[in-house]
C-alpha cells in the first residue's frame, strides 16, 4: 500500500511554468508504476504522463514536449515538471500508483488503485 501526497500547484500565467512533486509513503514505492492524471471542471479525468516502474515514460499527446515526468526512488517522489503552460492546462492535477498496469489500460483512470488528494493548477491567459 503507498499514499501519496501532491504538491506544488498554483496560480501561473500562459507560457509559464510550474513542477508538481507527489511524494509516497511506504517502502515499496519503487514497485509502482507512478502516474499523473488532471481533472477540468465537468470533465473526466485525462491522464497525463506516467513513469513505469522500469524508468521509461509515456506522455499524452496533449503534453508531449512541455511536459516531464520524473521519479525519484530514495526520495519516494515523482515529479512533473510542466513548461509552456496553456490555459487549457487548468485543472486539479493527480499523483497516481498501481503496480499491475499494462499499455493497453494506463490511460484510465479507473485501473489505478492509489491516488493523492491534487492540487490545483491554474493557467491564466
Known amino acids: 500500500q503507498v499514499q501519496l501526497v501532491e504538491s506544488g500547484g498554483g496560480l501561473v500565467q500562459a507560457g509559464g511554468s510550474l513542477r508538481l512533486s507527489c511524494a509516497g509513503s511506504?517502502?515499496?514505492?519503487?514497485?509502482?508504476?507512478m502516474a499523473w492524471f488532471r481533472q477540468a471542471p465537468g470533465k473526466e479525468r485525462e491522464f497525463i504522463a506516467i513513469?513505469?516502474?522500469?524508468?521509461?515514460?509515456y506522455y499524452a499527446d496533449s503534453v508531449k514536449g512541455r511536459f516531464t515526468i520524473s521519479r525519484d526512488n530514495a526520495q519516494n517522489t515523482v515529479y512533473l515538471q510542466m513548461n509552456s503552460l496553456k490555459p487549457e492546462d487548468t485543472g486539479v492535477y493527480y499523483c497516481?500508483?498501481?503496480?499491475?498496469?499494462?499499455?493497453?489500460?494506463?490511460?484510465?483512470?479507473?485501473?489505478?488503485?492509489?491516488w493523492g488528494q491534487g492540487t490545483q493548477v491554474t493557467v491564466s491567459s
Open positions: 497516481a500508483a498501481d503496480s499491475r498496469l499494462t499499455i493497453a489500460t494506463v490511460v484510465s483512470y479507473r485501473e489505478y488503485d492509489y
Open positions: 513513469s513505469w516502474r522500469i524508468g521509461s515514460t
Open positions: 511506504g517502502r515499496t514505492f519503487r514497485s509502482y508504476h
